[in-house]
């Protein structure tokens, strides 16, 4: 995934959490993407149960968003790809 994203200005990534993690290990996955990146501006979105259950997580690990489902968070990322704020400032 890294090396991918390293290689290629991906400008969202999705990551859905389907069974429990520990937040610091997620936390630590996003800022190894932010790091490599071929695209310093990429937004990283997450989501599934762990995520719907404990929605404050997103800003705990440095998410941009999520969305209860996919079509929310595609809903979401299209609104935040057309704002002109910065996007650090749209998370949670």
Partial sequence: ???RLARQPFDLLGLTLTRDCPSSALANLIKAVRNVS???SIMVF??????NE??????EVGADGTGADALAALELANAMMQAPAPRQANRG
């Fill in 1 to 3: 995934l890294l090396d």
């Fill in 46 to 51: 997450v989501g599934g149960r762990m995520i």
């Fill in 38 to 40: 071929a695209n310093p």
């Fill in 54 to 59: 404990n929605p404050e997580i997103v800003m």
